[in-house]
């Protein structure tokens, strides 16, 4: 009879990458919930226009900037740019529980986190490699993807400000996870720059 540990996919065995998955897979439940809590919070007072200007503006926002998020990633750990990133957002899930419902307050939220969640994908991809060996890169990535699919039934049983409170305390969850990721500072390039 095989032993339990040996049932496990030999990715977990790697401290950086449990990390990663325990922390992302907050999050991404966290984003999973945030679209349906946006129709609670926006559409009764605001109607269908405005609803859908906000989710445009973070779209817009968060497309805009990832050629400059880009960059960023590789001057800076991706493990830095994730928990920066739930930071920002943590911020904007309690701005829009706990602040205004009035429609400037709520694009400026929609734009800084569309901004923030910019580098989620291209660091979560990039820091995948540091931390698993390439032979075990699509087995990771396959988990990481499992754990990202959460459905979001809170929402229907719970008020909509609190659905954004749970969704800042999942992104908490999520930060206080990534800082424990350690990975290699970036490469610095030759030529004399510091970048």
């Known amino acids: 009879m095989p032993r339990p540990r040996a049932l496990l996919p030999r990715s977990l065995d790697h401290r950086g990458f449990r990390l990663l998955l325990c922390g992302r897979g ?3 439940l966290g984003s999973e919930m945030l679209p349906v809590a946006m129709v609670g919070l926006v559409l009764i007072d605001h109607g269908p226009l405005v609803l859908g200007l906000l ?3 973070r779209g817009a ?4 900037f990832s050629l400059l998020s880009g960059a960023m990633l590789t001057r800076m750990r991706k493990s830095t740019a994730l928990v920066a990133n739930d930071a920002v957002q943590l911020l904007v899930m309690l701005g829009f529980a706990l602040g205004p419902v009035g429609v400037p307050w709520l694009l400026a939220l929609a734009a800084l986190g569309g901004v923030s969640g910019s580098v989620v994908q291209p660091a979560s991809g990039s820091l995948m490699p540091l931390l698993v060996p390439r032979d ?4 990771a990535n396959a988990l ?14 719970v008020d909509v400000r609190t659905v954004f409170v749970v969704i800042a305390a999942l992104l908490a969850v999520c930060v206080a996870t990534l800082v424990w990721i350690r990975e290699p500072p970036p490469r610095r390039s030759g030529h004399g720059s510091p970048y």
Not at 148 to 156: E, F, I, K, T
């Open 26 to 28: 907050a999050g991404d």
């Open 55 to 57: 989710l445009g503006v």
């Open 61 to 64: 926002a968060g497309s805009l």
């Open 136 to 139: 075990q890169l699509q087995q």
């Open 144 to 157: 990481r993807n499992i754990v990202g699919r959460a459905a979001g039934v809170l929402v229907a049983v």
